[in-house]
């Protein structure tokens, strides 16, 4: 079970977008619409961000947004703002009950 | 609320085992999985297993097969996570979290995580 490929840093300005990709292979990502992403506050536990590729659960901002194409899912951040910096991670299901996490990306809002 | 509540630290010798706790509350807990989750200090987050507090069923990952035991106890409604063979790089966040199928198998409710540390 490799973990799914992360950039390991991206950065946006307020108000930008940014795009985090995701990849897998086709026994996880491209095999199962169970992607989901977590975003992280320093000391703090995962939040859960996107579930089942692209539904956001109930309270998470609409600017909170998923995808996936092939062995590849995405989240978009569209109107950065100072309180979206944090660390982001993906997860996939690999077979009906194993899991594997993305290695983590440090969004930096300049 | 549903919450997970998690033991506290743990300072072990290399060798050693660690049992953490997680009890859960405010839901039906043999509804829900429950999967253990770990963080090496500045590093990611790692799936290491998971199972079912209604079967007592459990997955683990490769990594951790044959050092790790994942138990249950319904009557107090709490998960345990034994790591055994403790070696300096087990030094982490040891977290337990649930996942719903209402939500895709997602993590929705975490514990607020175990700082295990393995020191000689």
């Known amino acids: 079970q490799s973990a799914l490929t992360q950039p390991a840093s991206v950065s946006g300005s307020p108000g930008q977008s940014i795009t985090i990709s995701c990849t897998g292979t086709s026994s996880d990502v491209g095999d199962y619409n169970y992607v989901s992403w977590y975003q992280q506050h320093p000391g703090k536990a995962p939040k859960l961000l996107i579930y089942?590729?692209?539904n956001r659960p109930s309270g998470v901002s609409t600017r909170f947004s998923g995808s996936k194409s092939g062995n590849t899912a995405s989240l978009t951040i569209s109107g950065l703002q100072a309180e979206d910096e944090a660390d982001y991670y993906c997860?996939?299901?690999?077979?009906?009950?194993?899991?594997?996490f993305g290695g983590g990306t440090k969004l930096t809002v300049l | 609320q549903v919450q997970l509540v998690q033991s506290g630290p743990e300072v072990k010798k290399p060798g050693a085992s660690v049992k953490v706790s997680c009890k859960a509350s405010r839901y039906r807990f043999i509804s829900y999985y429950m999967h253990w989750v770990r963080q090496a200090p500045g590093q990611g987050l790692e799936w290491m297993g998971i199972?079912?507090?209604?079967?007592?069923?459990?997955t683990s990952a490769q990594k951790f097969q044959g050092r790790v035991s994942m138990t249950r106890d319904t009557s107090t409604t709490t998960a345990y996570m034994e790591l055994s063979g403790l070696k300096s790089d087990d030094t982490a966040v040891y977290y337990c979290?649930?996942?719903?199928?209402?939500?895709?198998?997602?993590?929705?409710?975490w514990g607020q995580g175990t700082m295990v540390t393995v020191s000689s």
């Open positions: 979290a649930r996942t719903s199928w209402a939500l895709g198998g997602a993590f929705d409710i």
């Open positions: 997860t996939s299901y690999s077979s009906s009950i194993t899991l594997v």
């Open positions: 199972i079912h507090p209604g079967r007592g069923n459990t």
């Open positions: 089942d590729v692209i």
